[in-house]
């Protein structure tokens, strides 16, 4: 029988085409089962990684919470960070944390772009007036430079490392210009000045220094860790050979403690009935004591309740200081003042006259003029005036003139120790008077116009390679001095200091070139008002540039912001505080179905935007609470060695606590914190968890003052990135720190 060729071949073609065809319909199934699995797999795979860090990342984050609350300087801790597949790095643009506390009942301070590494920051102060905002430069910074430079006179710079129990255990690097040294605390340093080349310390850690001039004479000295008011507990003094003289006055009674190397002294405080502003029966409280030194060396000196402190050292019989006021000022209302032999000036700036009552006596000071008052030998009390003055404590001169004396030129504008605009009334000395202006963060024009010598009437560029000026006078009696410092091409104002020097003799509480940047705030808005910080923007540099710009002062590594406005009848009341921090954060980042997968860790707190980046919080940031309306939060900041690169590797992680600092124990009337990034929504939420339970914030969403049955942390709206903490409308003691820990990191091999 004969083969159909021609059929068995279609039938081999049709077996061929089927059998493709069943392959194809396998690796099509194969494909769908793969497209399910491999997402599914993927997850799996990013489920792992997370729950692998997370624990490493919260076991970080609990530890460097221990060592910042609980730990001293010099402990450490180690801990093992094994990365599954992803890759760990740092990263120093991710922002950080701020916190603020008003002062004044029923208002509220917001802040916003705090950590951008730009030169502007943005507040909201809806509810009241504002006059000035004073800016702090925090130094969050292992290496952070600290940075004194004098007033371009002849003399001396004592300078001294900040007597603190929380501070560094190793030896403080001092550079004077010239040479390194390293010290202990307790030990000064002297370093000469003249005017061609003022005095200059850079120094590794927190110092206090004073200039002297001369024969020396008195100044206003601040604590260690002022308070708004400006009064403090404790202080540490560099002194010099000789006689020092601490003079401490407070309302409130008190021991004071002084070390002066292996002297102590301990003094009960002598008390004066005096009357109060408001006219009611009041006190005075003083020490005042002396200490002679047979080399120069620091005097601790420690209050059992807060004080003010004048300091007099040299032998100079002279000598002139501002007085602060009760808001912490030096331009007000209302001023303590001890008992002295002294007199007192009193400068009134205002276009009209003014009444002041001392200690129920009532004088006339003239508008734009000064008025010399004597002091009741042996008894302190109250300057109480009917508008805006300045007072000085004088040891000698007549009418306006003094013999010699150093302060600074506090500005009308501020009431501190730097400001844009000038409107002054100042005295003059036979000996010749000089002011003399240093240049804070940016180059400005500086206007100059005064009614004692017009021939120096001029405008004056203060910049890098000039950055300072002075202007003398011979005129005994002095007069009105008017000042305007603007950035060029009309970029607004920026803020220098000025000091004021008559003859050849004085003495200051010299502030540190990162201290109180003071800008005016002539505008009540109450939405967001944007502020350029007299500082550089470092955001266009690279991580190193950024660093080097932290260390060197170019830029802040951490802000204190102190907003001042009228309150109570003073125009220079600090009514609202608030302080940013940035923090580096270290990243564990790692792919599942999609890229791009993190989790974070810095200042305590963990975040994930695993699953499909949703930010969600594993640990929120810390903060302790009560017993009753009391938070205390001690900021961790973790500063890493940039240049080691970890990545895929085990390495074993170092943390070491090297400092620790108090930025703020006082009664706020609102506190709130805010957290940069995506994340801050979520721990906004977290913070808030326990509100659920309420009953009032269920019946009243959103309403603060309904919420009666709930104290801590509260998130306003369910998108803010801001929380607040709720007190049942009371008053809240808060205490804020901040603790630098040092991360080493080494790469285990093998």
Known sequence: MRRDLRQENEDAVTAAVATVLLFAIVLSIISGMMAMIVPTMAELQGAVDRETMEGQFTDLAQETVRLSEAGLPGDRSEMMIQPHTGDV????????????????????????????LDAVIEHRYPGGDLTSMCLTDLRAHIDAEHRHISPQANGKMLVTPVASLQTSLERVTVNDGVDTHRIRAGNVIEIDSNQDSPAMAISSMPMRAIFFQGDGGMATFAPDSPEPTGMGRSWTIPAMTGNTTILLYSTETFTVVTHAGDTIQSLDSVVQSTVEPDGSQGRIAMVETTITLAESMAIEVTTSTPAHMIVKQGESTSGSTALLDQTGSTSGTTFLFPASSNELLIHNPGLLSTSVEINGLYHSVGARDTARIAMVSGQGGWIVSGSPVQAHIVADGTEASRTASLDYLHSTSTGR????????????????????????????????????????????????????????????????????????????????????????????????????????????????????????????????????????????????????????????????LGWSIPLPRMDYTFSSSVSGLEIGWRGGFVGTNHP??????????????????????????????????????????????????????????????????????????????????????????????????????????PTSTESIYHAGGGPVSFNLQMALIEHDAVVIDG
């Open 89 to 116: 790095s740092w990263n120093l643009r991710r922002g950080g944390t701020w916190y603020t506390a008003t002062l004044v009942e029923d208002q509220t301070l917001r802040l916003n772009s705090m950590n951008d």
């Open 612 to 717: 499909e980046y949703v930010a969600t919080t594993i640990e929120v940031p810390p903060s302790r609470e009560g017993p009753g309306p009391r938070i205390a939060v001690t900021i961790p900041v973790v500063i890493p060695d940039m240049s080691l690169d970890t990545g895929t590797s085990d390495h074993k992680t170092t943390l070491t606590l090297l400092t620790r600092s108090q930025l703020a124990s006082i009664s706020a009337h609102e506190v709130r914190r805010g957290w940069d990034g995506p994340y801050g929504a979520s721990i906004a939420s977290q913070d808030a968890i326990d509100l659920d339970s309420s009953t009032d914030w269920l019946t009243y969403p959103g309403r603060l003052d309904l919420l009666n049955d709930y104290v801590g942390w509260v998130q306003p709206t």
């Open 417 to 576: 120790t730097s400001a844009s605009t000038w409107s002054n009334i100042v005295g003059g000395s036979p000996h010749g008077s000089e002011l003399m202006i240093q240049r804070l963060g940016h180059d400005v024009n500086l206007e100059h116009l005064d009614n004692i010598a017009p021939s120096f009437a001029s405008t004056t560029v203060i910049n890098e390679s000039s950055p300072r000026m002075s202007i003398e006078w011979t005129s005994a009696e002095g007069g009105r001095i008017e000042m305007t410092a603007e950035r060029p091409f009309d970029q607004g104002e920026s803020p220098v200091r000025a000091y004021i020097s008559h003859g050849d003799s004085g003495l200051i509480d010299l502030r540190s070139m990162g201290e109180d940047r003071c800008v005016e705030i002539d505008d009540r808005i109450s939405g967001w008002t944007q502020n350029h910080l007299p500082w550089a923007d470092v955001s266009f540099l690279s991580d190193g540039g950024v660093i080097d710009a932290w260390i060197a002062g170019e830029h802040p590594v951490g802000l204190l912001a102190t907003m001042r406005g009228p309150h109570a009848d003073d125009p220079h009341a600090a009514v609202g």
